[in-house]
């Protein structure tokens, strides 16, 4: 059974849903931005025969202790935490999910943390170079350093909804951004998943964060506090995957209908520009589309030629949630990965 418990660390009272089978591999996940562990609990009850199972909730989100997040460390306050949480649980060799944010979270746990590590799984993963304000695969920043990144460019309407209690805003972005156009989930679970992005703690430090304003398109750039700004380009390079002591094998899961991750994201600055749905925009050769898809195969190619080793999975008919809406298939994937790969 599939139970939340709350666990004191050192750091902070993390909220964390616990389950599976005693002496079958762990297996952590890790959730994405606007979100919580709710998201992973239809997956659970599927994996709870063949894994020991622990869905943490970051702090800012879900029924964690509410604190800020120093965005100037990156991601590293998440990652400080969940080494936190597995050292109060007594987990010292797993397997590391991570999901969008979570992805990146993931990425810098392995780089803290890399002797832990059985695998990384990486579903629909944050670049490597953050979210917003890069123009190349390896990741160079525009300039500003920081501009259209951070606090500042998450969804106006979304950060409204999230202070109004508006869930059928909330509904609406599960249904067409996070999940693949037509599908829905059971109402049970869709309930629960909106509680997920409900339960996103808005405030100083908390979510989206701050921003400042600049004369360069479109006018902001990332501040220092706060949940969006810890995937700024000025705070956030994972690229330092590729030299980890311990390099475990990793699986990288994506939709191809992701609107939130993708080489022409419409939640990108710079997609959006193209698209004409920002006026202003300077072109192609000043500001492209951030090209997040190719960045993570960057460093993942880099990642392989020093030593370790990737499969990428494209899920057909998938969005930014291909664990929801291609469940079957992303639990054969992350199966076969587990328990059929050759080592």
């Known amino acids: 059974m599939i139970e939340q418990r709350m666990w004191k660390t050192q750091r902070l009272e993390i909220a964390c849903y616990q389950g599976g089978t005693a002496g079958a591999p762990k297996l952590l996940l890790l959730h994405g931005n606007a979100s919580s562990s709710k998201f992973y609990l239809?997956?659970?009850?599927?994996?709870?025969?063949?894994?020991?199972?622990?869905?943490?909730?970051?702090?800012?989100?879900?029924?964690?202790?509410?604190?800020?997040?120093?965005?100037?460390?990156?991601l590293r306050d998440f990652s400080d935490d969940i080494y936190a949480l597995t050292q109060t649980m007594?987990?010292?060799?797993?397997?590391?999910?991570g999901w969008s944010m979570g992805g990146g979270v993931a990425m810098q746990y392995a780089i803290d943390h890399s002797e832990q590590l059985l695998g990384l799984i990486l579903e629909a993963p944050l670049s490597p170079f953050g979210f917003g304000g890069t123009c190349t695969p390896d990741g160079r920043m525009l300039t500003p350093a920081g501009l259209a990144s951070g606090g500042g460019c998450a969804n106006a309407q979304l950060v409204q909804a999230l202070q109004a209690g508006n869930r059928e805003f909330m509904r609406t972005?599960?249904?067409?951004?996070?999940?693949?156009?037509?599908?829905r989930v059971e109402p049970k679970w869709e309930e629960q998943f909106v509680d997920a992005i409900a339960s996103t703690r808005v405030g100083d430090g908390m979510y989206p964060g701050d921003s400042v304003s600049v004369t360069q398109w479109p006018g902001v750039a990332s501040g220092s506090r706060g949940v969006?700004?810890?995937?700024?380009?000025?705070?956030?390079?994972?690229?330092?995957?590729?030299?980890?002591?311990?390099?475990?094998?990793?699986?990288?899961l994506r939709g191809d209908s992701d609107l939130v991750v993708g080489d022409h994201s419409p939640c990108d600055f710079g997609a959006l520009g193209e698209m004409g749905a920002v006026p202003g925009w300077p072109g192609p050769?000043?500001?492209?589309?951030?090209?997040?898809?190719?960045?993570?195969?960057?460093?993942?190619?880099?990642?392989?030629?020093?030593?370790?080793?990737?499969?990428?999975?494209?899920?057909?008919?998938?969005g930014h949630a291909c664990h929801v809406d291609q469940e079957d298939k992303f639990l054969k994937s992350l199966m076969d990965f587990v328990f059929s790969r050759k080592e």
């Open 173 to 183: 972005m599960l249904n067409n951004v996070y999940l693949y156009p037509g599908f």
């Open 90 to 97: 007594g987990w010292d060799r797993f397997y590391l999910l």
């Open 228 to 252: 969006c700004n810890t995937m700024s380009p000025v705070y956030c390079n994972l690229s330092a995957l590729t030299d980890i002591p311990r390099k475990c094998p990793v699986l990288w």
């Open 42 to 74: 239809p997956l659970m009850e599927r994996l709870e025969g063949r894994f020991e199972l622990a869905a943490p909730d970051l702090r800012c989100f879900g029924d964690s202790q509410p604190m800020p997040v120093n965005a100037a460390r990156g």
């Open 285 to 318: 050769e000043l500001f492209p589309p951030q090209p997040m898809v190719a960045q993570t195969r960057y460093v993942l190619d880099q990642y392989a030629a020093k030593g370790g080793s990737y499969q990428e999975i494209l899920l057909e008919h998938s």
